[in-house]
């Protein structure tokens, strides 16, 4: 059993910037591939980005590229997402979610899932 929480989001101004986090927690919870997804109003979720247990890999959306970073701390089981170059079209709930099985970038791939984190981006 994994536990995610997430924290960090909030109203942020287009163009800025924000860091989002994951808290992990239960067992051996530094071997599982780590996600981030997203999910606007009316829209489905989607993915964000994702990094392999030893950090080495990653991936992201198209539409993020070049303006969020994923990111981890080993010791202290925590995920982060690095947004930057804010625009409004990324006001959603960000959700983290963990993988046994390798770096995925579909709903399906993931075992555990937080309760996710606002982020509100004004025009």
């Known amino acids: 059993q994994v536990q995610l929480v997430e924290s960090g989001g909030g109203l942020v101004q287009a163009g800025g910037s924000r860091r989002l986090s994951c808290a992990a927690s239960?067992?051996?919870?530094?071997?599982?591939?780590m996600g981030w997804f997203r999910k606007a109003p009316g829209k489905e979720r989607e993915f964000v980005a994702a990094?392999?247990?030893?950090?080495?890999?990653?991936y992201a959306a198209d539409s993020v590229k070049g303006r969020f970073t994923i990111s981890r701390d080993s010791a202290k089981n925590t995920v982060y997402l690095q947004l930057n170059s804010l625009k409004p079209e990324d006001t959603a709930v960000y959700y983290c979610?963990?993988?046994?099985?390798?770096?995925?970038?579909?709903?399906?791939?993931?075992?555990?899932w937080g309760q996710g984190t606002q982020v509100t981006v004004s025009s």
């Open positions: 979610a963990a993988n046994r099985m390798r770096v995925g970038r579909t709903v399906r791939e993931y075992d555990y």
């Open positions: 990094i392999s247990w030893s950090g080495g890999t990653t």
């Open positions: 239960g067992r051996s919870v530094g071997s599982y591939t």
